[in-house]
């Protein structure tokens, strides 16, 4: 079974920031959190993971909070093309187990114009 | 271009029948998955390849389903005796260790009728 919980859908204005939470209350110390987006009739895509600290990159910035239970995906503008499932998942490091992508069903991010 | 690619893009097969789906990975990937997707939920592991062996199959449904990676680059997800109940998008990613952020490709339609 999927360790996160999400929001089965939000709605964001184009151009405006669109943060998706995550629940992951069971997190072990060696585990990841893991972001991945599916756009419509695509494969899933990499967005970004983190461990403790706050990530950024092109894509995206995800914030783990301190006890690392929950977290916040960040799209700081979002277009159009944002619109997809992100998939919010928890995944041990290398020398872990947990090294498999569990998917739940994600939050459905609807952009609209 | 290198990303990972699946062939074919779509199977369309009479129930009863046999089909192999092939996967591609990116050059230099040791680990390999293999998931399936039916509409309207996250992608559910099968398979999980490092190098040539198969290191978890736990998520394979029954023995009708069988995967091979023999040269540790391509693989082959085999499926005999299809079902109805078989039809999904099957999607296959690869990343360079077990550990390392996993690359979709954009999946085979399997369709028993």
């Known amino acids: 079974d999927a360790k996160t919980t999400q929001p089965p859908s939000m709605d964001c204005a184009e151009g405006r920031a669109a943060n998706l939470p995550c629940n992951h209350s069971?997190?072990?110390?060696?585990?990841?959190v893991y972001w991945y987006r599916q756009i419509h009739s695509q494969g899933p895509q990499y967005i970004i993971h983190g461990l403790k600290n706050n990530e950024t990159n092109e894509m995206a910035s995800l914030i783990i909070t301190e006890d690392r239970k929950s977290s916040t995906l960040i799209l700081p503008h979002a277009t159009l093309r944002d619109t997809a499932v992100y998939y919010c998942i928890v995944r041990a490091s290398l020398g872990g187990s947990n090294y498999k992508l569990t998917f739940g069903k994600g939050t459905l991010l609807t952009v609209n114009p | 271009g290198a990303g990972v690619s699946q062939t074919p893009s779509n199977k369309v097969t009479e129930k009863g029948k046999y089909v192999e789906l092939r996967c591609d990975p990116i050059?230099?990937?040791?680990?390999l998955y293999w998931y399936r997707q039916s509409l309207g939920q996250g992608p559910e592991f099968l398979i999980y390849?490092?190098?040539?062996?198969?290191?978890?199959d736990s998520g394979l449904p029954n023995d009708r389903f069988f995967a091979v990676r023999p040269e540790g680059s391509v693989s082959t997800l085999k499926i005999q005796r299809t079902e109805r109940g078989d039809s999904a998008v099957y999607l296959c990613?690869?990343?360079?260790?077990?550990?390392?952020?996993?690359?979709f490709g954009q999946g085979t339609r399997l369709t028993v009728v």
């Open positions: 390849f490092q190098g040539t062996g198969a290191a978890d």
């Open positions: 990613a690869s990343a360079r260790d077990r550990a390392g952020e996993a690359f």
């Open positions: 069971t997190i072990s110390g060696n585990e990841y």
């Open positions: 050059s230099g990937h040791t680990a």
